[in-house]
């Protein structure tokens, strides 16, 4: 069986736990989007592991990792990574890892830019300026370099000769910055092409032939469904398709192939960056819900906005994913609360709506209707069977499955692999 797991909120909702948790089940784990601005968060043991590029699975043995070519590459990022497991007596040999020579690679003008177009904005979207925005608009230009260029080496100088002699202009020009040395450019991903070479090959071809072959595969999305760039909130907002549909494009695996969606959702919501935030807690609480789920993001650092749950966004993540199965993150950390809120609809100029709006002005201006449930007191941390959680933690996931309409099937009420229920 294959299967897809996305977050069905703005990002950081708890995957790579789930994905590791999950893994023990497939024979191949593949990321289909997005690049090192990404961050799963993974504790074995005592041990926690933060993976930007690499697929949450591999840190299970006999398992092949697959970077497809949806996602956008930092050369520089993932060699670093590697180099951070081996540190830890864990090496990565080109039979666990394939990157596909269709990724386009991050350049160091791209990282330059997404600062640069940063400052100019006056509405700034938030981004972690690791340059992913400038990568996929150079791919959409069709100006972009792609893995298989770094080990061509011709076609290599070729294609960043002329990126340069655009980019060092919009430098100059628009920027008042000094440009980039073609050489120095040149010399430095050459390297790096040489490093990553043994790992590359059309993974395409290889996904397709291993499911044909029986091979049970996992694929891993980053960031989240409201920071899709089609169905987010735009522009607050990835550059890739983090939804169920960005598999097919970017691991070149056809949707008949795929038979489960899952989607985690954490048992409130966060979101790091700019944009709108209807649930949105006030700050005193949330700097208490953020120290208690120690909500900071694993790329940059950069504290979370935290928010009661919003069954309405949800609902319509869930409806465009097609999602089957529910995992309910961070359970542990509404331990303690005397009442939770759920949203289930939204208030705008005097009307009500049960549905997730696309009108962004609406969106920034809604407020939030409210559902109040009991709170639990007792911790559920280590419980291990779902009929041994607090009653009211029940009732309120009970609640969460009647609003949204697709069943819990995971429930993370710890960090750790083994704090996790299956239901089913």
Known sequence: MNYVVVGAQWGDEGKGKLIDFIS?????????????????????GENEYIF????????????VCVIGNGVVIDPKALLEELAGLKVRKITITPKQLKISGLSHVVMPYHRILDG??????????????????????????RCGIRVIDLLNPKVFKSKLAD?????????????????????????EYIKYGKK???YVCNT???????IQQGKAVLFEGAQ???????????????????????????????????????AAVKAYTTRVGEGPFPTEFTSKFMDEIREKGNEFGATTGRPRRCGWFDAVMVRYSLMVNGISDLAIMKLDVLDGLKKIKICVGYKYRGKEYKDFPMDFDMLCYSKPIYEELPGWQEPVK?????????????????????????????????????ETIIRY
């Open 116 to 141: 640069l177009r940063e400052s100019k904005r006056q509405n700034k979207i938030g981004t972690t300026g690791r340059g992913i925005g400038p990568c996929y608009a150079d791919k959409v230009t």
């Open 163 to 187: 990126n340069l002699k655009e980019k060092n202009e919009t430098f100059q020009k628009v920027y008042k910055q000094k440009g980039f040395n073609l050489d120095t450019v040149y010399n």
């Open 382 to 418: 280590g419980v291990s069977n779902y009929s041994d959680l607090p009653r009211n933690a029940i009732k309120y996931l009970d609640r969460l499955e009647q609003l949204l309409k697709v069943s819990v099937k995971y429930v993370s009420t710890g960090s750790k692999r083994a």
């Open 52 to 63: 930007h590029l690499l697929p949450s699975a591999i840190l299970h043995k006999g398992k």
């Open 224 to 262: 989240g469904t409201f920071l899709d760039i089609d169905f987010g909130t735009y522009p607050f907002v990835t550059s890739s398709n983090s939804i169920v549909g960005g598999v097919c494009s970017g691991s070149g695996v056809p949707p008949t192939k795929i038979d489960k969606a899952i």
């Open 204 to 210: 395409a071809i290889y996904l397709n032939k291993s």
């Open 196 to 198: 990553i070479a043994p």
């Open 24 to 44: 023990d089940d497939i024979d191949i784990a593949v990321r289909f989007q997005g690049g090192n601005n990404a961050g799963h968060t993974v504790v074995v």
